[in-house]
């Protein structure tokens, strides 16, 4: 369950390169997808962390599978940043996913992309 407090002290988006426009649905293709975050009222050496997971890719995954997580620590109450996630050797999978993102591992925010062909 997701704190009140928490969660207004986050703001996400998705892009395909660092200075793109934000976007929900990637290519299969995309070299890579960054998300952008944007903290308020962080703790100076507090921590945000990105956890990716797959909700819908195919039979091949679990739903719910662990792609890949991040961390960062906080600079300062306002700290912005960015986290990447490179395109696998085969090509992203198609399908539904989410990033999960804590604040000192209290859930802040959820947001979901699409991946298509």
Do not use: C
């Not at 793109?20 to 890579?32: E, I, L, R, V, W």
């Not at 797959?54 to 600079?75: H, R, W």
């Amino acid at each position: 369950m997701k704190s009140e407090a928490a969660s207004k002290r986050l703001s996400v988006t998705f892009v395909n390169d660092q200075f793109g426009k934000p976007s929900t649905t990637f290519s299969s293709d995309a070299p890579q997808i960054y998300v952008r975050w944007h903290g308020q009222r962080l703790r100076k050496g507090g921590k945000v962390k990105a956890v990716w997971i797959a909700e819908n890719i195919g039979e091949d995954f679990p739903q719910g599978y662990k792609v890949d997580e991040a961390s960062a620590t906080v600079e300062s109450q306002n700290a912005h940043g960015a986290f990447t996630l490179a395109r696998p050797e085969d090509g992203w999978a198609v399908g539904d996913y989410r990033v999960e993102f804590y604040v000192d591992d209290i859930l802040a925010e959820t947001a979901k992309l699409k991946i298509v062909k």
